[in-house]
């Protein structure tokens, strides 16, 4: 079977890309490097089918998706403060985008497209842990474009018969992650400061809460995903159901590394939500889902990984 990775080069879809071929499937990249990397890919060349372009390029897009019989979407331009800063750029990119892997893959007849959408589309409710029967509120033009991607699938699935599954990540993170761009998530820059005897900066006072899910695992769900059969159509979330301050991560670091660092403290970012813990119970009946990798764990493996890095 023939898998297309859309993004394949990130941290994310290279992860994938990695398990898949550990199972023997074939596997096609679909990547335009604009922030996913080449290196990510090195391991893999003489494995896999690679198709540079932009996912804007509905040419591109359908020229990828042909002979596959499954999409894994993971293809985005990420970062809630990017798309604040550009929401046009990540309007064309992940709402476009999407629409062009949709329409490409109904018209190949692909049997099933997996979408990487995002717990930022439930905003800032009070109400915890966060399930999918809960209204969305999107507080920023990425978790707006998430949502139109999530609406998207379905209306593929209920109008043209399209496999689609939409997979709501919260905060995922691991190896291969980026922590050098300004817009990369607080968990890679966390680790690069803190093994360069830099001191973190934190927006808010920390006590802000994440629901931070170790990459394997957000693997092993897009890999069930593609066959489970109740799946289709469906929305769910994927996280590690474990509730972490952003101090708890500081201090967490810091046994870890053995650094003592103190971190900086900064106001609150605009769009950033206070707090995110997911209800992962639809994802463990339809696709047998299951925390594969806990918080402690995946941590030290990723800070272990980043640490190797820097002494290469």
């Not at 920390?206 to 769900?221: H, I, L, S």
């Not at 106001?267 to 206070?274: E, F, Q, S, T, Y």
Request: aromatic share 8%.
């Amino acid at each position: 079977m023939l898998y297309l990775v859309t993004g394949g080069a990130g941290f994310i879809g290279s992860n994938i890309v990695e398990e898949l071929l550990k199972r023997g499937e074939r596997v096609r990249v679909l990547d335009n490097f604009s922030t996913g990397k080449r290196s990510n890919l090195l391991p893999f060349l003489g494995d896999i089918e690679l198709v540079e372009g932009d996912i804007r390029s509905y040419h591109i897009v359908h020229e990828a998706v042909r002979g596959a019989e499954v999409v894994l979407h993971q293809a985005a331009l990420p970062s809630v403060p990017r798309s604040i800063a550009d929401p046009i750029t990540t309007h064309e990119v992940n709402t476009n985008g999407t629409l062009n892997v949709l329409a490409a893959a109904r018209e190949h007849a692909v049997r099933r497209v997996v979408f990487a959408s995002s717990s930022s589309i439930y905003g800032d409710s009070a109400e915890l842990p966060k399930h999918e029967g809960m209204i969305p509120n999107p507080l920023s033009p990425y978790a707006v474009s998430k949502l139109a991607g999530e609406k998207y699938m379905q209306v593929y699935y209920r109008l043209y018969g399209l496999e689609t599954v939409s997979l709501r990540y919260f905060n995922v993170f691991g190896p291969r992650q980026n922590p050098d761009s300004q817009y990369s998530a607080v968990i890679p820059r966390f680790i690069a400061a803190v093994l360069a005897g830099r001191s973190p900066v934190v927006y808010g006072d920390g006590e802000q809460t994440r629901d931070f899910t170790y990459v394997a695992n957000v693997v092993a769900a897009n890999i069930s995903a593609a066959e489970a059969p109740a799946a289709a159509g469906e929305v769910m979330n994927i996280a590690c159901r474990e509730r972490v301050s952003i101090n708890r991560l500081i201090d967490d670091l810091r046994r870890l590394t053995g650094r003592e660092v103190q971190p900086v403290y900064e106001a609150p970012r605009l769009g950033d939500v206070r707090h995110s813990f997911a209800d992962i119970s639809k994802a463990e009946a339809l696709l047998g889902y299951r925390n594969i990798v806990r918080w402690e764990t995946g941590l030290r493996m990723t800070v272990e990984s980043f640490a190797e890095a820097s002494f290469s």
